[in-house]
């Protein structure tokens, strides 16, 4: 994963991008090796972690704490860019957050 964002976020958004890590590796037991960064959304300001092996990237808004219920799983199509997000509150691991996303593919899917 590439870190080097990390050099260049104030000291509130490098501590929201290590609890994104923590979090990713503690409770979703992600692996953070593979291609992919964490960094902050010029537009939104949003702090994110974005990995190339899962179809889902976890972010925090620029107001928030360091807790759990602050991260957000976003889920974004890639036929069409609608992104639909869901707080990490609401999942108990990694397996429920795949079966979330796939649930949303199946729903597109069906609507198209």
């Known amino acids: ?9 104030c000291d509130w958004e490098r501590k929201k991008a290590i609890f994104l890590m923590q979090t ?20 939104s300001g ?6 190339e092996n899962y179809n889902f990237t976890l972010y925090m808004d ?7 219920s602050d991260i957000y799983v976003l889920y974004t199509d890639f036929t069409d860019g ?3 997000e869901e707080s990490l509150s609401n999942f ?4 429920q957050i795949y079966d979330w996303c796939e ?3 199946k729903k597109h899917l069906f609507d198209e």
């Open 62 to 68: 620029i107001n928030c704490d360091l807790i759990e």
């Open 1 to 9: 994963m590439n870190l080097d964002k990390l050099n260049t976020m």
């Open 92 to 95: 108990d691991n990694l397996e």
């Open 46 to 51: 949003y702090t994110y972690l974005w990995l």
């Open 82 to 84: 609608e992104e639909t």
């Open 24 to 43: 990713a590796e503690n409770k979703l037991n992600m692996n953070l090796s593979g291609y992919g960064e964490i960094g902050v959304n010029s537009n």
């Open 103 to 105: 649930e949303i593919e």
